[in-house]
């Protein structure tokens, strides 16, 4: 019988199929999703976090640890959807500018998506202009940025100012969230909300505009 530490094994190990057959397994016998995303893929993840920072890991190797986690993911995806009625609004998210961190991004975007909003994901990469354009054209009620390094940090807060510069703050809430934001920072920069982790973002947005 799989448990949640295989699954973690094989994200740090980057085997892709063995992720997948230890989550069909785990998902055939009822376990629940969200535990199998928190203490299976997030754990593994972690720990790759970790060795990554020791030198113990490099850059090609995490990026298979990536790529298998995002595997897994899809797989869990449609277990899911469905748990709420598409009613509450539209989500726009993107990682800011210079930074192409993904994973927790896309895992608040399926969490917020299954919560029951529309998502559109913008991707990495995202700059201050073209978080505004995506605004002007998507008239989203929500956007979420995310950022994993401190030196991308103060995108998040560019970006906001040129939302306002753009006349558009009052028409769209902001969250923002990832490894090196705070409470506290997203009070400094203006921004509505923040969440720690996928599960507590789509309770925000559920709250901000639900
Ligand atoms: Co990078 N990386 N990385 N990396 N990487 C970190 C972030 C780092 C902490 C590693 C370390 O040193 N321990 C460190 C940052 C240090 C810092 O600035 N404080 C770091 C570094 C330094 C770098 C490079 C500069 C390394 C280099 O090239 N020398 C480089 C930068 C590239 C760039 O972006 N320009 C780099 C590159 C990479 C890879 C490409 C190899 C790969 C990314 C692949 C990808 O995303 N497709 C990678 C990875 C995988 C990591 C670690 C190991 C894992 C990140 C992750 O996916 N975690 C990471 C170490 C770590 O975090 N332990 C590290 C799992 C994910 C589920 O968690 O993203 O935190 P997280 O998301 C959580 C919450 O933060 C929150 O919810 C999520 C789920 O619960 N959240 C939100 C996230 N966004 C949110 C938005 C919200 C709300 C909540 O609202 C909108």
Same mark, same amino acid.
């Given at each position: 019988?799989?448990?949640?530490?295989?699954?973690?094994?094989?994200?740090?190990? !980057?085997?892709?199929?063995?992720?997948?057959?230890?989550?069909?397994?785990?998902?055939?016998?009822?376990?629940?999703?969200?535990?199998?995303?928190?203490?299976? $893929? %997030?754990?593994?993840?972690?720990?790759?976090?970790?060795?990554?920072? /020791? !030198?113990?890991?490099?850059?090609?190797?995490?990026?298979?640890?990536?790529?298998?986690?995002?595997?897994?993911?899809? $797989?869990?995806?449609? =277990?899911? #959807?469905?748990?709420?009625?598409? @009613? =509450?609004? *539209?989500?726009?998210?993107? @990682?800011?500018?210079?930074?192409? =961190?993904?994973?927790?991004?896309?895992?608040?975007?399926?969490?917020?998506?299954?919560?029951?909003?529309?998502?559109?994901?913008?991707?990495?990469?995202?700059?201050?202009?073209?978080?505004?354009?995506?605004?002007?054209? =998507?008239?989203?009620?929500? $956007? !979420?940025?995310? /950022?994993?390094?401190? *030196? @991308?940090?103060?995108?998040?807060? &560019? +970006?906001? #100012? /040129?939302?306002?510069? /753009?006349?558009?703050?009052? +028409?769209?809430?902001? %969250?923002?969230?990832?490894?090196?934001?705070?409470? &506290?920072?997203?009070?400094?920069?203006?921004?509505?909300?923040?969440?720690?982790?996928? !599960?507590?973002?789509? &309770?925000?947005?559920?709250? $901000?505009?639900?």
């Amino acid at each position: 019988m799989a448990i949640f530490q295989d699954v973690a094994n094989a994200v740090i190990g !980057g085997d892709i199929e063995r992720v997948k057959g230890l989550i069909k397994d785990l998902l055939d016998s009822g376990k629940d999703p969200l535990e199998i995303i928190d203490q299976g $893929l %997030i754990a593994g993840m972690d720990e790759v976090g970790v060795r990554f920072k /020791a !030198g113990e890991m490099f850059v090609p190797e995490v990026l298979m640890c990536a790529k298998t986690m995002a595997e897994g993911m899809s $797989l869990i995806r449609p =277990h899911l #959807e469905g748990k709420d009625v598409k @009613t =509450h609004g *539209t989500l726009l998210i993107g @990682t800011v500018k210079s930074d192409l =961190h993904d994973i927790g991004k896309n895992l608040v975007a399926m969490m917020v998506e299954s919560a029951g909003f529309a998502v559109i994901n913008l991707g990495t990469d995202v700059s201050p202009e073209a978080f505004v354009k995506a605004i002007q054209e =998507h008239k989203p009620d929500i $956007l !979420g940025m995310s /950022a994993l390094l401190t *030196t @991308t940090l103060p995108f998040m807060k &560019e +970006t906001i #100012e /040129a939302i306002k510069e /753009a006349g558009l703050r009052e +028409t769209v809430k902001i %969250i923002v969230g990832g490894a090196p934001v705070t409470e &506290e920072y997203a009070r400094q920069i203006g921004a509505d909300g923040y969440a720690p982790d996928a !599960g507590s973002a789509a &309770e925000l947005c559920k709250k $901000l505009v639900g």
